[in-house]
């Protein structure tokens, strides 16, 4: 460096700091900047030569960025950033790849999926026999008496037929076991779990809830006996006998799940954590100082997690925020409460006008009495919480925006952001209402996958057809589309929910199902990123790549849009969260 320069910057912060007390020191930092580079007034890093798709629709493309302090500096062509390298700065190049801001599952179980991906798992599972093999194999690996827990199955991926506790009785003798479904509304007990959760066919469906039983007089029974299988409310007959899991088994299931999620990259979730029918709501709050803010003191986070509490609780919630803000650190956002209105197509408990197809005294279930609901939604709302719905059934999402129109009316108007999730199948008219009322629509484009063949089967195909996954209708409506997986339920995948998003096609199908729906590469990209930001109120800090943004980013494979846009090879190459490399 030119000794001269340094000589006379040494001069001048003499004279400011003795000779003129007064004189404002930002200005004299300023001026020592532009004299001497410095990385505390440089970039960090500069990433040029690639294809940068901001979510920004006034400068959606930009070949290069500026990073610094895990924030973008400036965002345009390489040429237009030179000044801002100086001595410590780092360059990556891109190489031509395409790169788009770092991908937000707007529903995830985070906990839930960390805890999933070290038990029993049964996705895709499609054989009655694979079934008793995956659960033998886990006694075979545990202490007698020990609770053998799993889940992920899809009866639909064998037929239809529901599974039953005599299936793994026979391998089961000394351990209690509970498998949920795929969708977390159903879960198969074996008979030790039953007994020892005194579930007996004089048992009592529970508000909300349904023990299945075998039919009067079957070929095994003389009468009606349970099956093994719980549906939502009524799993909590047996989830109050299951030990908790301990806070070193939900920490580790934390850091699983992020480290994950980043090579899929999700550099952020919203996380609506371990509760649903029949759990119980402190497993949130207790995630949420054991796992949560744990790992944020102790430097270990490695994903952004917006968090929402299950709706009883709201008052709770309303007081933490009062205390500590919303923001806590970059890495927790306190988000809002959640509930549900219904149950799941799979479990024939989404709530319906008409009845199931398959099952034609069936409406499915309404697991809230609406008054209750409706009382802690006008107080959550009045507190100024967001709250979201689970709502799948066409009934249960009239029901709650009906509610959220009351609730609106009631309050008084603001930003408030009102989300259903999943919102799966709706009533003609229905996705209007979203879009005239403002309402977020959190779906999961991968769920379409799974549903296609059932919906069909359960609905019948014209109600199928008209009303499953109407994406670009709650899009026209002016809806605000939020992309996400309900992991466990499917795999945190964003760039294969675009590509089901696009094309619509579920497997062993040659056509795309009700192809009228589809989005393009553009509006399937930005309901997984800036618009999922918007959904839960973070739309100034991430889901975008321009000026002010952390600096969340993931480098693609493809080397042109064009590859990106129409081939379907497309895999994550790097994840970057706050412009530091956490993938691979």
């Given at each position: 460096m030119n000794l001269s320069i340094v000589n006379l910057a040494s001069i001048a912060i003499f004279l400011s700091v003795f000779l003129f007390p007064s004189f404002n020191s930002t200005y004299w930092l300023k001026w020592r900047a532009s004299l001497i580079p410095?990385?505390?007034?440089?970039?960090?890093?500069?990433?040029?030569?690639?294809?940068?798709?901001?979510?920004?629709?006034?400068?959606?493309?930009?070949?290069?960025?500026?990073?610094?302090?895990?924030?973008?500096?400036?965002?345009?062509n390489?040429?237009?950033?030179?000044?801002?390298?100086?001595?410590?700065?780092?360059?990556?190049?891109?190489?031509?790849?395409?790169?788009?801001?770092?991908?937000?599952?707007?529903?995830?179980?985070?906990?839930?999926?960390?805890?999933?991906?070290?038990?029993?798992?049964?996705?895709?599972?499609?054989?009655?026999?694979?079934?008793?093999?995956?659960?033998?194999?886990?006694?075979?690996?545990?202490?007698?008496?020990?609770?053998?827990?799993?889940?992920?199955?899809?009866?639909?991926?064998?037929?239809g037929e529901l599974p039953m506790a005599s299936w793994i009785d026979e391998v089961t003798p000394d351990n209690p076991v509970w498998l949920t479904r795929m969708d977390g509304h159903m879960g198969l007990a074996n008979s030790v779990a039953l007994k020892l959760a005194g579930v007996t066919n004089l048992t009592k469906d529970p508000n909300g809830g349904k023990i299945v039983q075998t039919a009067d007089g079957d070929c095994l029974h003389d009468h009606a006996e349970p099956t093994g299988l719980l549906i939502d409310a009524a799993m909590e007959l047996i989830l109050s006998w299951i030990p908790e899991v301990s806070v070193d088994e939900r920490r580790e299931a934390m850091l699983r799940a992020s480290s994950f999620a980043l090579t899929r990259g999700v550099t952020t979730v919203v996380d609506v954590g371990r509760y649903f029918p029949g759990s119980s709501v402190e497993h949130s709050w207790q995630d949420f100082s054991d796992v949560y803010q744990w790992a944020d003191s102790s430097g270990k986070m490695k994903i952004r997690v917006c968090l929402f509490f299950p709706m009883g609780t709201w008052s709770r919630l309303h007081g933490?925020?009062?205390r500590a803000g919303r923001a806590l650190s970059n890495w927790i956002y306190l988000g809002g409460v959640k509930a549900f209105a219904d149950g799941s197509l799979g479990s024939n408990s989404a709530l319906f006008h008409e009845p199931y197809f398959d099952d034609p005294h069936n409406y499915g279930l309404q697991v809230l009495e609406f008054e209750s609901l409706f009382n802690m939604t006008i107080s959550s709302d009045m507190s100024g919480l967001q709250v979201a719905i689970h709502a799948i059934g066409d009934k249960a999402n009239?029901?709650?925006?009906?509610?959220?129109?009351?609730?609106?009316?009631?309050?008084?108007?603001?930003?408030?952001?009102?989300?259903?999730?999943?919102?799966?199948?709706?009533?003609?008219?229905?996705?209007?209402?979203?879009?005239?009322?403002?309402?977020?629509?959190?779906?999961?484009?991968?769920?379409?996958?799974?549903?296609?063949?059932?919906?069909?089967?359960?609905?019948?195909?014209?109600?199928?057809?008209?009303?499953?996954?109407?994406?670009?209708?709650?899009?026209?409506?002016?809806?605000?589309?939020?992309?996400?997986?309900?992991?466990?339920?499917?795999?945190?995948?964003?760039l294969r929910a675009i590509r089901t998003a696009m094309n619509r096609i579920p497997p062993g199908w040659d056509t795309a199902w009700i192809p009228s729906e589809h989005l393009s590469l553009n509006d399937a990209l930005i309901a997984h990123t800036i618009s999922a930001a918007w959904a839960c109120f973070l739309e100034n800090e991430i889901g975008s790549l321009s000026t002010g943004k952390l600096a969340d980013f993931v480098i693609l494979s493809s080397d042109s849009w064009d590859e990106f846009a129409t081939g379907g090879s497309t895999s994550v190459n790097a994840t970057y969260v706050g412009g530091i490399q956490a993938y691979p």
């Open positions: 410095s990385t505390k007034f440089g970039a960090d890093l500069i990433v040029k030569n690639g294809v940068i798709f901001t979510s920004d629709p006034s400068f959606p493309f930009a070949n290069s960025m500026a990073i610094r302090d895990g924030r973008i500096l400036r965002i345009g390489y040429s237009s950033l030179q000044d801002l390298s100086g001595y410590g700065t780092k360059e990556l190049n891109l190489e031509g790849k395409v790169v788009v801001p770092g991908f937000i599952d707007s529903h995830v179980h985070l906990i839930s999926a960390g805890l999933q991906m070290a038990r029993v798992q049964l996705k895709g599972v499609n054989w009655k026999d694979e079934v008793v093999r995956r659960v033998k194999e886990a006694v075979l690996n545990a202490k007698r008496g020990s609770w053998i827990l799993g889940g992920g199955w899809n009866n639909d991926l064998w037929g933490e925020i009062h009239d029901l709650i925006l009906d509610m959220y129109e009351s609730v609106a009316l009631k309050n008084g108007k603001r930003d408030r952001r009102f989300r259903i999730e999943h919102a799966q199948h709706l009533a003609p008219g229905t996705a209007d209402r979203f879009g005239q009322q403002g309402i977020v629509a959190s779906v999961q484009p991968d769920h379409l996958l799974d549903d296609a063949d059932a919906a069909i089967r359960k609905l019948g195909v014209d109600r199928a057809q008209k009303g499953s996954y109407l994406f670009r209708s709650l899009l026209s409506s002016n809806a605000l589309l939020a992309f996400g997986s309900d992991w466990p339920v499917t795999s945190t995948y964003p």
